[in-house]
């Protein structure tokens, strides 16, 4: 699978985001490795830490990824 990103801000000014999480991320919300392949959608307030991210949801699918980056009308 190829690792896409998906970016955009949300009415509230936090960042959104659709992309695969890195091992600290996993590690900081203790996610098993095996848990942490695929796309998650997160958003991480300003001036926070990279690991500092709340996870909303694990996306099923590379498609499901596309789909709601379409609808979230991030790019």
Known sequence: MSDY???????TGEKLFIAPITS???AAHNIA???????FLYQK????????????AKLPSEDAAFELGRLLGLS
């Open 45 to 56: 307030p300003a001036g926070t830490h990279n690991s500092d991210v709340c996870i909303l």
């Open 24 to 26: 600290d991320v996993a």
């Open 33 to 39: 490795d095996s848990e942490s392949i695929g796309y």
């Open 5 to 11: 990103f998906f970016s955009g801000e949300s009415k």
